[in-house]
């Protein structure tokens, strides 16, 4: 009898083991892919970078060849940009950060596929690439935020997840992984994601979205190297009369970063009058006459105002060249003209090349102040007025000038102004079109395979004013 119990209970724990090992080797199996998914976020992110880079470089030929050539190429960019993303990538358009913090809040996972899909992450790299070699003012980080979130998002249904929380979960790591990749800043990823992405304390302390981070970095490191953003800085921020430029910067940042959050989230809602009208029915046509505006911005500055401004900001901070207030002035608008336009692009590097001309342009009123150090300011303080995302604006600044010395002026200039454009725009940008961006999705048609409507349309209704989120 006790030789039967004792088989029985070895039987039993054999049993235990072997289901105990399935259960292991499930949870190293998904590890596994998570950790795969967020290399090639990295790679993608660095490829993204490569080919925005290329555009860039063919652009500036062309301007050197002729600069008279872009009032042509522009307007045709512009216009195929737009009539491609509303025929073949609708739901690529704008920055794509909305979309992926939509899709956060989405309990309809069948949009969420759509809207994440990996043919519309494609067409957000091809687009806004088409868009830098265009001319247009936009950047490649915050579509690479989409793109992660895409590819994150689509090794997750490989896997067959059911849980919300965590097909969420891997959204938020995407995004965030792109971030950190895009700006080989994987501390400025993680803060993103909390302060902008996350609304949740669950997916906040998520350590799939750590583990996403750190890999794309070190992908993004290893093939190019550990580099900085803006290269390396050693100026300071002394307390006393040096702080002037605190609240200079802090002041007019916010402010002027405040206007153009409240004049895109009024435009997402759509244009007043006959031009409204006109954007409604003649997208594309809408889309040129913002590029031929482009184009003539361009001439005008000598070909300063298109693309990224990622080489101005450099040589700004850099205290390489002295740009005038026009250069900020003129980037300002040529933003406002891209976003409207409904192309995909993003926000990020035309704000921190205008938050740089900024702080270059109070620099030379302010002799007590390292230059170098308030064109910082400047930057961070236009940034952060934008994303209304403090902390992030400090974050990423801090780690792309790798300086670590300016980082409490930096704080107190940040939330400054933040503070400032509260006052002027009382919503933040992003958080803004993703809540118009859902009301889009809520009130549109059924799925293709219950109406006759095509596939596209189910993702964003119609030539509505969201077109350009």
């Not at 689509?154 to 929380?165: D, K, Y």
């Not at 959204?171 to 501390?187: E, W, Y």
């Not at 503070?419 to 059924?446: G, I, M, N, W």
């Amino acid at each position: 009898m006790m030789k039967t119990d004792l088989t029985e209970l070895r039987i039993r724990h054999m049993r235990h083991l072997r289901r105990s090992a399935r259960v292991t080797t499930a949870q190293w199996r998904r590890k596994i892919v998570y950790w795969a998914a967020a290399i090639v976020v990295g790679l993608v992110a660095v490829g993204f970078a490569t080919a925005a880079d290329a555009a860039a470089a063919l652009r500036t030929r062309l301007v050197h060849w002729d600069p008279w050539i872009m009032l042509a190429i522009t307007p045709a960019g512009l216009a195929l940009s737009t009539w491609l993303t509303r025929t073949w990538f609708r739901g690529a358009q704008g920055s794509g950060i909305p979309q992926t913090i939509a899709t956060l809040h989405l309990d309809d996972f069948a949009v969420v596929d759509r809207l994440l899909s990996l043919r519309i992450a494609f067409g957000k790299i091809l687009l806004t690439t088409l868009g830098l070699l265009a001319g247009a003012s936009i950047g490649r980080e915050g579509p690479t935020v989409q793109v992660g979130a895409a590819i994150m998002h689509a090794f997750g249904r490989w896997l067959n997840l059911s849980a919300v929380g965590m097909r969420r979960g891997l959204i938020l790591a995407g995004g965030a992984s792109g971030v950190s990749a895009a700006f080989n800043t994987p501390l400025g990823g993680i803060v993103f994601a909390i302060e902008e992405l996350s609304h949740s304390f669950e997916q906040r302390t998520s350590g799939t979205m750590l583990t996403g981070v750190i890999l794309s970095g070190v992908t993004a490191i290893a093939l190019v190297g550990n580099y900085t953003y803006f290269g390396h800085t050693d100026v300071v921020v002394p307390i006393g009369i040096s702080w002037i430029a605190v609240l200079a910067c802090g002041i007019l940042g916010g402010v002027s970063g405040g206007a153009f959050s409240a004049i895109l989230i009024r435009s997402s809602a759509g244009l007043p009058g006959v031009l409204g009208q006109f954007v409604s029915r003649r997208p594309v046509a809408f889309a040129a006459a913002c590029g031929l505006v482009l184009a003539v911005l361009g001439v005008a500055s000598g070909g300063i105002t298109y693309g990224t401004g990622y080489l101005q900001a450099r040589e700004i901070i850099t205290g390489q060249t002295h740009y005038p207030a026009s250069f900020f002035i003129l980037k300002y608008i040529a933003t406002i003209v891209s976003y409207c336009s409904g192309i995909p692009g993003g926000l990020f590097a035309p704000s921190l090349a205008i938050g740089a001309g900024i702080g270059g342009w109070i620099a030379q009123f302010l002799p007590h102040t390292t230059p170098g150090a308030v064109v910082l300011l400047g930057t961070v303080a236009y940034f952060s007025a934008v994303v209304q995302a403090p902390l992030t604006a400090t974050v990423i600044v801090m780690e792309m000038s790798d300086n670590q010395q300016v980082t409490l002026a930096l704080l107190a200039t940040s939330f400054l102004a933040y503070a400032v454009s509260r006052t002027v725009c009382s919503q933040s940008l992003y958080s803004a079109l993703a809540e118009k961006f859902l009301d889009v999705v809520e009130h549109a048609p059924p799925p293709a395979e219950e109406t006759a409507a095509p596939p596209r349309a189910a993702i964003v209704p119609g030539p509505t004013a969201p077109e350009r989120f």
